[in-house]
């Protein structure tokens, strides 16, 4: 098997990780939204800030671990990962979630969106910048 090709491979395993990984951050994430926005009354926009908060932690250890089996320097790495999360936080969830409400998206709708645009830019950032092996 040439280098090419294991490098497929391994790029595949990591993306089907991500997939799995993010997939079942955003059933947390969603549900967690949802409990916030809908039954306790908070804004939307902070709700989607609050949840995102809480998963900062678990999706760093397990994309770091399971995902990308990272053996880079954990610190270096946590450091690197909040500043994506600050990141995210504040242009993602925040400023997106409003723009994509301001031009008529329903708020139950544009936490899917918004996940698809951050899932894209977080793996690119994560594969070549942060877990880069």
Known sequence: MNI??????????????????????????????????????VDYAVAAVIVYTLLFIITFVVTRKWTFESTGSAAA????HFLLFAFNVWVGNYLLMR???????????????????????????????????
């Open 4 to 41: 090419n090709k294991l490098s497929e491979i391994k790029v595949s395993k990591q993306l089907f990780r991500y997939i799995v990984t993010g997939g079942a951050a955003f059933v947390a994430e969603y549900a967690l939204y949802q409990l916030l926005y809908r039954i306790l009354g």
């Open 77 to 80: 790495q946590l450091v690197m």
């Open 99 to 133: 723009g994509l409400v301001g031009v008529g998206i329903s708020k139950d709708i544009a936490p899917f969106l918004k996940t698809a645009m951050i899932t894209c830019w977080n793996f690119l950032i994560y594969k070549f910048i942060i877990y880069k092996n």
